[in-house]
């Protein structure tokens, strides 16, 4: 199989816990990868730190992306090599249209291709183009503009944290769409997710738990991780909740 990003020995150290414990993975290219496992294993950690975002750069081990560590790479330069990251909860920005903001990282600007992404997700050009994305949108539209947006960018590496969060079937079942758009473009995906019908989906999947790998192998394999769970442990990661309290402070 070919490499397209690989961690390696990654530690990361946030408010004096560690969250990533010498995890290493390889990620296939051209494949539709899951992340899963409980709260505060470092899923959603992960994917920042392949994202470059502030708070998540100063790790120990390396980040080999196509043959090359971007270790130190800015999160523009990532993006502009093919690594886009679509939210948890997809952001809002009043007084931008949809089209302004798809056609902002698109390879291809052009009505049609603008209107092609948009009906690739299941939403009305007519309906949305001309819309801001603001509050006046729901959680799933919203979603789903971002991921029309993901799609014109043409990425090479998308990642998607809980792409399934706040969203009804049909935005889901439109997320699904996506993803098959996703593999004929020949992008690699990595998926962050608790839910099953979402891991189906993916090809290959990796469980973590404590900032580590601790099982891998076909969907089948590790879907049984939502029959047994984790069993208990005194290594904990800390949950999200629990980092905000660590860096916000009292």
């Known amino acids: 199989m070919n490499t397209i990003l690989a961690l390696r020995d990654i530690v990361l ?3 004096g816990k ?12 051209g494949h539709i990868h899951a992340l899963i496992g409980p709260n505060g294993a470092g899923k959603s950690t992960t994917a920042n730190l392949i994202m470059g975002l502030a708070g998540y750069r100063n790790f120990q081990g390396d980040l080999i992306y196509q043959g090359e560590s971007i270790a130190d790479w800015s999160i523009d330069r990532r993006a502009r090599a093919g690594i886009t990251l679509a939210w948890q909860e997809p952001a809002r920005f ?32 007519d309906r949305y183009l001309d ?10 539209e919203r979603k789903r503009i971002e991921l029309a947006g993901i799609l014109a960018m043409e990425p090479k590496l998308v990642l998607m944290d809980e792409p399934d969060s706040g969203i009804d079937v049909e935005a889901l079942e439109c997320i699904f769409g996506a993803l098959r758009f996703f593999k004929q473009q020949g992008a690699t995906v990595i998926m962050i997710t608790h839910s099953l019908a979402v891991l189906r989906r993916a090809e290959h999947a990796f469980l973590i738990c404590s900032g580590k790998v601790v099982n891998k ?34």
């Open 131 to 140: 819309r801001a994305v603001d509050r006046t949108l729901s959680g799933g």
């Open 13 to 15: 150290t946030l408010g």
């Open 94 to 125: 009043e007084g931008l249209s949809v089209r302004r903001f798809i056609q902002a990282g698109a390879k291809d600007r052009g009505e049609a291709r603008t209107r092609e992404v948009l009906e690739d997700v299941g939403l009305d050009p």
């Open 18 to 29: 560690r969250i990533l414990d010498g995890l290493t993975i390889d990620f296939w290219q």
């Open 217 to 250: 192998g076909s969907v089948e394999k590790i879907s049984q991780y939502f029959e047994q769970k984790c069993h208990s442990c005194d290594d904990r990661t800390p949950t999200l909740a629990e980092l905000e309290d660590i860096r916000v402070g009292p």
